[in-house]
Structure formats: C-alpha cells, structure tokens
C-alpha cells in the first residue's frame, strides 16, 4: 500500500500562486509515475501533472502549461505542484496520485493505483 497525503490548498486571488506538496510513504515506489489531479464541481476529474519517481521525467496538462511545474525531492519523497499565475477556472479540489504501471505522459484517472484525500484550490477573482 501507498499512502498519498497533500497539503498546500488554499484561497487565491486570480494571478496569484500557490504550492501543493504529496508526501508518499508505504511500500517502494520508485518506479511508480506520480501525478497530479483536480476536479471542479460538477466536472470530472482531469490530469493536470505527471513526473517519474526514478527518472523525473515530467508532462503537464495543456491547460496549465507555462503556469505550473510538477517536481520532487525524492529523499522526502515528497512531489510537489508550483502553480503561478492562477486563473478562476483552475479552483477545484487537487488529487495525488500514484501509477505504478504507467510509463509517462498524461495519465488516465481510470488507471490509477492510489488517491490522496485531496485539498481545495480556490482561486478568487
């Protein structure tokens, strides 16, 4: 088992930033791709972030591109998600996640092995 806990949510202004960590712990990882979620209500849940545990590579949605960067500080274990330039339409509550099968890219919610509990964005204009 892995367990996913986030943290870094919050109340924005629209333009402003904030930073969401995932701290994984349980069974190795380290091949798992980790990834970033969010779903707004009334919407379904949509990827936002992949990176690899092991080789960081990394992919965004198009959305968020040239406003949010996915990193990880490994000896933490620990996957965080900067978001600059916050828009109205990014509030919504922001999942970890963690695939162990995947080999990168944009990830598929449906094939996902473990969910954190999430937490709330909201960005206000």
């Known amino acids: 088992q892995v367990q996913l806990v986030e943290s870094g949510g919050g109340l924005v202004q629209a333009g402003g930033s904030l930073r969401l960590s995932c701290a994984a712990s349980?069974?190795?990882?380290?091949?798992?791709?980790m990834g970033w979620f969010r779903q707004a209500p009334g919407k379904e849940r949509e990827f936002v972030a992949s990176?690899?545990?092991?080789?960081?590579?990394?992919a965004l949605a198009d959305s968020v591109k040239g406003r949010f960067t996915i990193s990880r500080d490994n000896a933490k274990n620990t996957i965080y998600l900067q978001m600059n330039s916050l828009k109205d339409e990014d509030t919504a509550v922001y999942y970890c996640a963690a695939d162990q099968y995947s080999r990168g890219g944009i990830l598929s919610p449906r094939e996902i092995d473990y969910w954190g509990q999430g937490t709330q964005v909201t960005v206000s204009s």
């Open positions: 349980g069974r190795t990882f380290s091949w798992y791709y």
């Open positions: 990176i690899g545990w092991s080789n960081g590579r990394s």
